[in-house]
């Protein structure tokens, strides 16, 4: 009995089994065929963004072709130009899908192979999210895209054109043309941008700029050299001694003429003034200030015989209207060159080794010293000077200069910042200089000398006959003194040493016989004779103003 119920239920178990099997073999073969005969898209089967999967063919198509109308049936793509907007519309862009072929490419999707791998392309498809995506074979009116940014292309189209300018000189002015910026617009890289824009979807305006190309820069320099003419002051030559001329400038303002250039709009005609351009300094006032004053003016008195005189009007002449410019040394030696009888100078009376001789040019020493009072009353800086081996009679003491070709020179420097012109000549029997230039202060000199020493003069005897000297000479040690005077109120602005001069005496000689032969006449003769005799030799003795030969 228990092995009859054991049997039983075993054989339940199996039915149950049985039943079971054979419902799964019957879903396994009613899934397979539904997949065979599945009349629509497998699952997640995308084309141009849409989710076909589940459709049929005819939904699928219905479904691309409501997309395509959706999407760029109402979009206007816009491109920003720098002056003006393009629109492709969608009449113009004409956007199309190939959907008949895209619908049967995702069709196609899975259903290759045997039975069992089109299950697993379904299985496979259902479980993505996104299975298979198709190329919707999106096309685009390319002709129409093209013919509008050609015709846009040469609208913009501009040729680079250089500015130009015209000189009117009659009426004193240039006529200057600003260039033109070169501008065109890149069809095939707008043309790309549009498309890929289109193609994906994109209706996002688009900024696009145009390729230009600038003109060459106006060369204003060039044509300011060309006609400028550069404007210059008048002013004195120191080599040649004279006042050169001013020019006046003719031209244009550079600087604002290219800052006005830089400013203008393209294709703008500026014109740009020609004008004459004055000089800040004249000839004409130059000539006021330069040699417009006598600085200082002397007069010595021209004595001597007819040999002297005519040395002194020489040297006068020689110096005559010599120009120093500002900074420039005088040189009486350089100026006058050696004193020779080929330039008309005579024998005259001169100072040479401590006696008085005659030599060719003997005198000028006066021209020399008057000319050297003169610098000293016009200011100036002395820097060679040498006082005479005796005293002079035409100067107050420490006030002359002495000369001597190859030894002796006397030297002044221009230390002002105007030229200075010598005017010198014998006239009247005066030696007459005087310095002319330009007087920049208010200042006067005055001259003063110090006696240091006093050496009298003494009379000596010698048997030598060539020793002999009629006259004799005080030698003095003398130092001189440079006053500054406020001209306006006699006050004194400073004093300094000018300089030493050291004056030989000179004694007188007589022969020893002479004074023997004196002595016994006075011896023979009455008293009241002796007495007289005696008078007039003190007095020559004593003599100490003798008017020297230089």
């Not at 392309?121 to 509008?148: C, H, M, P, W």
């Not at 700029?209 to 002013?235: F, G, I």
Request: proline share 2%; aromatic share 8%.
């Amino acid at each position: 009995m228990k092995h009859s119920k054991s049997a039983s239920g075993k054989s339940a178990v199996l039915l149950i089994a049985a039943v079971l099997l054979g419902l799964l073999i019957l879903a396994v073969g009613y899934f397979m065929l539904r997949v065979a005969t599945l009349k629509t898209i497998y699952p997640n089967v995308y084309i141009a963004g849409i989710n076909v999967g589940g459709m049929t063919k005819e939904k699928a198509t219905d479904a691309l072709n409501a997309q395509l109308l959706e999407t760029y049936g109402g979009s206007t793509l816009e491109v920003q130009l720098p002056d003006r907007t393009l629109e492709f519309t969608p009449e113009l862009v004409g956007a199309k899908l190939n959907t008949d072929e895209a619908v049967a490419s995702a069709w196609s999707y899975g259903r290759y192979g045997n039975l069992f791998s089109r299950i697993s392309a379904y299985l496979k498809a259902k479980r993505s999210e996104t299975a298979f995506t198709v190329n919707a074979g999106l096309t685009l009116n390319e002709d129409q895209i093209r013919a509008l940014i050609e015709q846009t292309a040469e609208e913009v189209k501009t040729d680079v054109r250089s500015s130009s300018s015209v000189v009117h000189a009659d009426e004193n002015y240039i006529e200057v043309t600003i260039g033109q910026t070169g501008v065109s617009l890149d069809t095939e890289s707008l043309y790309d941008t549009v498309c890929a824009a289109i193609q994906l979807n994109d209706f996002t305006p688009i900024t696009f700029a145009y390729t230009e190309t600038a003109y060459p820069a106006l060369d204003l320099t060039s044509l300011y050299n060309d006609l400028s003419k550069e404007v210059a002051d008048a002013y004195y030559d120191a080599e040649k001694h004279e006042i050169v001329e001013e020019q006046i400038g003719y031209g244009f303002d550079l600087a604002a003429a290219n800052q006005k250039v830089a400013m203008a709009e393209d294709g703008e005609v500026l014109k740009i003034q020609l004008e004459e351009i004055q000089p800040e300094v004249t000839k004409a006032h130059l000539e006021e200030i330069y040699f417009a004053d006598v600085l200082s003016s002397w007069q010595t008195v021209a004595s001597g015989n007819y040999n002297r005189v005519t040395n002194l009007t020489l040297a006068c002449k020689g110096i005559n209207g010599t120009v120093l410019a500002p900074g420039e040394v005088f040189s009486y030696n350089d100026t006058l060159g050696q004193r020779t009888k080929e330039k008309g100078y005579l024998e005259a009376g001169a100072y040479v080794s401590g006696k008085s001789v005659t030599e060719v040019g003997g005198g000028i020493c006066q021209v020399s010293s008057t000319l050297y009072y003169c610098a000293l009353l016009a200011n100036l800086d002395i820097t060679v000077r040498s006082c005479h081996m005796f005293t002079v009679s035409y100067l107050p003491l420490g006030l002359d200069a002495t000369v001597n070709w190859g030894t002796q020179d006397f030297q002044f420097k221009n230390d002002t910042e105007y030229p200075i012109r010598i005017e010198a000549s014998v006239s009247g029997g005066m030696v007459n200089v005087s310095l002319i230039g330009t007087k920049a202060d208010n200042i006067k000199v005055e001259m003063t000398y110090e006696v240091l020493a006093t050496i009298p003069y003494t009379t000596t005897t010698t048997t030598d006959a060539s020793k002999v000297t009629s006259s004799g000479h005080t030698g003095y040690n003398v130092v001189t003194y440079r006053h500054l005077i406020d001209a306006t109120t006699g006050e004194e602005i400073s004093s300094k040493l000018e300089d030493y001069s050291y004056y030989q005496k000179s004694d007188i000689v007589v022969l020893q016989q002479d004074i023997e032969s004196k002595a016994e006449e006075l011896e023979t003769e009455p008293e009241e004779t002796t007495t007289a005799a005696t008078t007039a030799t003190t007095t020559a003795a004593g003599s100490g103003v003798v008017d020297p030969p230089d």
